[in-house]
């Protein structure tokens, strides 16, 4: 048989029933991604190309300052047209890479990034030259210097292990110029030292603090987006297929489509071999459960599968699945407390103590009848229990949150949270 | 959505508190490192200046994690603390304790304003710690004019740069904000949209009931079944996915080379059961119709009626050790039935777990959906009869 002659359809890589087996849990999540990548292209340069304009003008306020320095030097420095030079080649490769960025968008061309560097070097080297004689690089270096923090104008350009690196070069190079300048007895001058030290932290700093501006902005997007996404499930239908279930179903007829024509095209050989045929038996078996079973889940369980952030730390039981009952106003309050309940982690900043991230579980129900509920109502207990949510660290909006749900009581429950909620619904059998 | 927009506030106010962090300890630790070096002040000043240092230190920890007010109010005394020290016992000082102070004074210190320009109490609190900061620096170099000026000079220009950054980082949230809404928007319609897929594709059960029959085929390697049967069953079906696929009304199957697009909610009966003969004629099983063929049902009946019968006539073919099958479809004013007849081994329906036969589930499961019902005669040797029954809408 030739290798053409075997059908090629993706695996499906997820049970597509309500029931999350093996690793469906990563599929759910490369799922919820791909539906991200819809807004990804937008995402790189969400607000980032903002801030890049910001880093600009600190940059160019550092460079005029540094400029006036050196001119007020001039007298001072054995070689003042090195220096010189070196301000010319800063100031070319600032406006070249201030320009460039605003013609390529989002992201410097590593070819260009490349030559920002050596341009960087070249006026590091410059500049260095031009006050060897002087003995103290750290009192006289202005190019340098400035050269350093050029790197800040490509935060928002290139990832940021790449403007740590840069970052991590340039302070390396002027340890070891400052090491090899040093007169005699330096080491314990405290001038001198500190005079290198301030330095060296005017050249780092900057380009450290706007990478972890940066990353906090590009994180901030990110969950934004995430939960703007999920909030289109507060105005879904009492039961949904979900996206994921679609999109399963959508894959599942295609490669349906695919075998079947590859059969009656004559590119698959009658009979089928054991390996063909067994993929249409597992394609089957998958139509099967999809068709027959259905998916019918509530907005708040696709909420959960489809986001990261809640994926992560949320658990629902709704056995019954009355979240559907819930109208958009109560959904808005569920999803925003879950939201900020477990957004609100230390850690979400700090992956590396991701350990003790705090959980939160949502119980829906069961109704218990009877009870002080208006007519052509019933009541749906809700219960968030959490842990790692002390009571006095519990934001202020959860509670505003929970108030659109329903009538609600708070306690602690192992050292955490927990709240209770009647949630007064539609009766489902009068519609 | 003034409560998406809390979210992001939030978020944006824990952005600040962080970045503040980071700015504020680094050039602390700076300053704290030329503080530090032998010689650059007296050691009551070192001694006065170092827990000064751990206050400021662990205060810019603190505004990283809470957003009370306090936290930059600690390092801001503590901070001037150390500058003021310098001042009051140090003066004029040493180059390594300028710089220590200027670090302070202009980097370290200003940091908090990143979280004082929300409201008006914590701008209050910018203004003030800028002018304390910029007056104690000036103290602290006033035996030298000059140097007090460039030093106070500098701290203006590091409260103003925190500043600025703080306000940018505010002004670009509201902009992402509403970018962000506009794709939350756009993702809400395709959720409708992906809903409706979902709900036209699980619809449209007639046509996978035939893939799926199709599909079963193939998993037994089509044994049984001529090839060219096969690859023209084959490839109805999967022109039927195509044009679901490509958005066209769920067709019903007819015979080959046509398929008309229902457009009322009614079908009659006829046009269907003559594809499922068609296909069951292709797998090497007779099937004759009597009866009436024109009976218009809803399409839920009709979809759950065939179902049911393509079942019945798929148990016939595999099991019965025939070739031949009759189905008889009878109607009055509330029932429509079919009689599935065959002459083959038939069973023992004591013996048969009918769960295990697909019966229970498949026919009776989808009949009762519809409002229907369906119930099976057999004994050895003498074939099988199944009656199906659904109400005429």
């Known amino acids: ?431 | 959505m003034t409560h998406s927009m809390d979210l992001i506030s939030k978020e944006r106010d824990r952005l600040l508190q962080r970045s503040a962090r980071v700015y504020g300890l680094g050039f602390t630790a700076v300053s704290a490192v030329c503080f530090a070096l032998p010689g650059a002040v007296p050691i009551p000043v070192l001694l006065i200046g170092s827990p000064l240092y751990v206050i400021l230190a662990a205060a810019l920890v603190a505004v990283g994690l809470s957003r009370a007010i306090w936290w930059p109010i600690i390092a801001l005394v503590a901070g001037l603390g150390v500058v003021a020290t310098v001042a009051l016992l140090a003066a004029p000082p040493t180059v390594a304790a300028s710089l220590a102070v200027l670090n302070l004074a202009a980097a370290g210190i200003p940091s908090i304003a990143l979280v004082l320009t929300t409201t008006l109490p914590r701008l209050l609190l910018l203004g003030v710690g800028a002018l304390a900061s910029v007056a104690t620096i000036v103290a602290a170099e006033i035996a030298e004019p000059p140097q007090a000026l460039r030093a106070g000079g500098t701290a203006l220009v590091g409260w103003g740069l925190a500043a600025l950054v703080a306000v940018w980082i505010n002004a670009g949230v509201p902009q992402v904000a509403k970018r962000i809404a506009s794709i939350g928007r756009a993702h809400r319609a395709e959720r409708q949209a992906s809903e409706l897929e979902a709900q036209r594709r699980q619809g449209a059960r007639l046509l996978h009931d035939t893939v799926l029959a199709t599909l079963t085929l193939l998993a037994h390697s089509g044994v049984g079944v001529k090839p060219d049967a096969l690859r023209q069953q084959a490839a109805d079906d999967a022109r039927l996915l195509r044009q679901l696929r490509l958005g066209q009304a769920p067709a019903t199957p007819t015979e080959t080379g046509s398929v008309p697009v229902i457009t009322t909610d009614e079908t009659v009966l006829g046009t269907t059961l003559e594809s499922v003969k068609q296909r069951f004629g292709r797998m090497g099983l007779t099937v004759s119709w009597h009866g009436t063929g024109q009976v218009l049902l809803p399409s839920e009946v009709l979809d759950a009626f065939l179902l049911a019968l393509a079942e019945c006539l798929e148990n016939v073919r595999r099991h019965s050790g025939v070739t031949e099958a009759h189905v008889t479809i009878t109607d009055d004013d509330k029932m429509v039935r079919a009689l599935v007849t065959d002459a083959g081994v038939g069973f023992d329906i004591s013996d048969i777990d009918e769960a295990k036969l697909g019966f229970a589930e498949s026919v009776v499961g989808r009949l009762r959906e519809v409002g229907g019902n369906a119930r099976l005669f057999s004994a050895p040797g003498s074939g099988t009869t199944v009656a199906l029954e659904v109400p005429r809408g």
């Open chain 1, 1 to 431: 048989m030739s290798k053409s002659d075997t059908i090629q359809f993706s695996q499906p890589e997820e049970n597509t029933l309500g029931v999350v087996v093996g690793n469906a849990r990563r599929a759910v999540q490369s799922t919820a991604r791909r539906l991200g990548r819809a807004a990804s292209a937008h995402r790189a340069s969400l607000g980032t190309a903002f801030l890049g304009l910001g880093a600009v003008i600190v940059v160019g306020l550092r460079a005029v300052y540094g400029l006036i320095w050196f001119v007020g030097q001039w007298e001072v420095y054995p070689e003042p047209f090195a220096a010189l030079a070196a301000w010319i080649v800063l100031a070319a490769v600032l406006v070249g890479a201030i320009v460039m960025s605003r013609v390529t968008g989002d992201r410097l061309p590593d070819w260009m990034f490349g030559l920002f560097l050596a341009g960087l070097a070249i006026a590091f080297a410059l500049d260095v030259i031009a006050i060897w004689e002087l003995r103290d690089i750290g009192g006289h270096a202005t190019a340098a210097v400035t050269a350093g923090m050029a790197l800040l104008v490509l935060v928002a350009l290139r990832g940021s292990v790449e403007i740590l690196a840069a970052t991590a070069i340039v302070a390396l190079a002027l340890l070891v110029v400052m090491f090899l300048d040093a007169p005699l007895g330096a080491f314990g001058d405290a001038t001198w030292i500190a005079t290198q030290v301030t330095a060296i932290a005017g050249a780092v700093l900057p380009p450290l603090i706007g990478v972890v501006i940066v990353e906090g902005f590009r994180r901030m997007v990110q969950v934004e987006l995430d939960r703007v996404l999920v909030q289109s499930t507060v105005s879904a239908p009492r039961f949904a297929v979900g996206m994921l279930a679609s999109e399963e179903l959508a894959r599942l007829d295609l490669a349906a489509e695919e075998l079947l024509d590859a059969v009656a095209t004559k590119k698959t050989n009658l009979p089928l071999t054991p390996k063909n045929a067994s993929v249409a038996a597992q394609l089957a078996t998958e139509l099967r459960l999809h068709l027959i079973e259905g998916r019918r889940e509530t907005w708040l369980y696709h909420a959960v599968s489809e986001s990261e952030q809640l994926g992560k730390s949320v658990t629902l039981s709704d056995k019954s699945s009355l979240a559907g009952l819930l109208d958009p106003t109560q959904r808005d309050g569920l999803l925003s407390a879950a939201w900020l309940l477990v957004a609100d982690v230390p850690s979400a900043a700090n992956p590396r103590r991701r350990g003790a991230t705090r959980t939160v579980n949502l119980q829906i129900g069961p109704v218990v009848p009877g009870g002080d509920v208006p007519d052509h109502k019933i009541a749906v207990p809700i219960t968030i229990t959490t842990t790692g949510v002390p009571r006095n660290r519990v934001d202020s909006g959860v509670w505003d949150a929970i108030g659109r749900i329903g009538r609600y009581s708070d306690s602690t429950q192992d050292g955490s949270l927990r709240v209770d909620i009647d949630c007064i619904v539609d009766n489902p059998a009068d519609q």
